[in-house]
């Protein structure tokens, strides 16, 4: 009953990329929010679409082709699912994603 009603956390979202990329054999303790996907994690682009699939689902938002792109690094995606799931949607405009 406090700001968990539509506000998703940091840890949250990277809870949710932790377990995602271990089941894929990615070492925790490599997974840093300045981590890149293939570089430092060495994850191909099948797995960053199911990942972002997941995100998608677990958030309940819309992450864009363009915008996916752009999401680089682990830091990159939890920011990113953090604005447009708990808030400044109108100082982005890319998430379109009215219900």
Same mark, same amino acid.
């Given at each position: 009953?406090?700001?968990?009603s539509?506000?998703?956390?940091?840890?949250?979202?990277m809870?949710?990329?932790?377990?995602?990329?271990?089941?894929?054999?990615?070492?925790?303790?490599?997974?840093?929010?300045?981590?890149?996907?293939?570089?430092?994690?060495?994850? %191909?682009?099948? =797995?960053?679409? *199911?990942?972002?699939?997941?995100?998608?689902?677990?958030?309940? $938002?819309?992450? !864009?082709?363009? %915008?996916?792109? =752009?999401?680089? *690094?682990?830091?990159?995606?939890?920011?990113?699912?953090?604005? $447009?799931?708990? !808030?400044?949607?109108?100082?982005?405009?890319?998430?379109?994603?009215?219900?």
């Amino acid at each position: 009953m406090a700001e968990q009603s539509t506000r998703v956390t940091d840890d949250e979202v990277m809870k949710v990329i932790l377990d995602h990329l271990v089941v894929r054999g990615v070492s925790a303790e490599r997974i840093v929010r300045g981590a890149t996907w293939k570089a430092d994690l060495g994850i %191909d682009s099948l =797995d960053i679409l *199911t990942l972002t699939q997941e995100l998608e689902d677990t958030f309940h $938002v819309k992450i !864009g082709e363009e %915008d996916a792109i =752009d999401l680089r *690094t682990v830091g990159d995606a939890v920011d990113y699912i953090v604005r $447009v799931s708990g !808030g400044g949607a109108q100082t982005e405009g890319e998430g379109a994603h009215d219900a």
